[in-house]
């Protein structure tokens, strides 16, 4: 099954590994051969798996192509973000209106708790979600997009980045994010999750109260809706509360 909504993923492409036995080897030995012959199938084999299986029952391929799109490395990239979280709710906003909010320009190393302070500020539950892949992918599958954190640029040279994963396809195994100054930047499956987890595999949802994310998890919702009654907004924190029994 294939849920897509926007444009579908481009077209990758794929490398496979070749294994050679070492020139230096005698074939005057038949035991020593038919190991050797043996250890190399073996690695081939291991090679042509394909990767591990994603979550069943998850869509092959989805795109959330409605998530707005502010273009900027400026500060992480975290107002514009945020302000595409925020927009994608409802909110009228701008990356621009954010700055002030999120304590910018001094306070770029405190971005992960501004940002979750001020999305709250806005009454919107922030969910935290489990530093897994799949974690993230059952989210977009079923329509939320994802605010996270991944590291940018190479060994000598690096940054944390704040993006947003609106989409992913299985069977090429890259994910979707908008980043940055790219609105549809591909990354595969093994390089997002290292880059990521490299950031402390940070990942939140930011929902209306209302509106529950895919397999929710009981315990965790009810501790996002109290951060949420500590933040000032009692009413939208027992809103969330009330959905859980909806």
């Known amino acids: 099954m294939i849920a897509t909504q926007g444009r579908a993923l481009s077209a990758g492409h794929q490398h496979k590994r ?47 192509g409605s998530v707005p799109f502010y273009r900027g490395n400026a500060n992480q990239s975290a107002p514009m973000a945020l302000a ?28 992960q708790d ?12 922030v969910y935290p979600l489990e530093p897994k892949l799949n974690a993230l992918l059952a989210q977009v599958s079923a329509g939320n997009p994802v605010l996270l ?9 690096a940054q944390p980045r704040y993006a947003l994963m609106v989409g992913y396809d299985r069977y090429k195994q890259r994910v979707l994010l908008r980043s940055g100054n790219h609105r549809r930047m591909l990354m595969d499956f093994d390089d997002f999750t290292s880059a990521w987890s490299e950031e402390g595999g940070w990942a939140v949802l930011v929902q209306q109260p209302g509106q529950l994310p895919a397999q929710v998890d009981r315990n965790r919702w009810l501790k996002a809706a109290n951060d949420l009654a500590q933040a000032g907004q009692e009413q939208a924190a027992r809103q969330a509360v009330s959905a859980l029994g909806q």
């Open 84 to 111: 595409a979280m925020l927009s994608q709710q409802g909110v009228r906003i701008t990356p621009g209106l954010l700055e002030q909010q999120l304590g910018l320009p001094q306070g770029v190393d405190k971005l």
């Open 114 to 125: 501004s940002m979750q302070n001020v999305a709250r500020q806005y009454g919107m539950v």
């Open 18 to 64: 070749m294994f050679m036995l070492p020139l230096s080897f005698s074939c005057s030995s038949p035991r020593r051969l038919l190991a050797a012959c043996a250890l190399a199938v073996a690695l081939v084999g291991c090679a042509s798996q394909p990767p591990a299986p994603i979550k069943d029952g998850l869509a092959q391929r989805v795109e959330i």
């Open 149 to 157: 954190r991944y590291s940018e640029g190479s060994t000598f040279w």
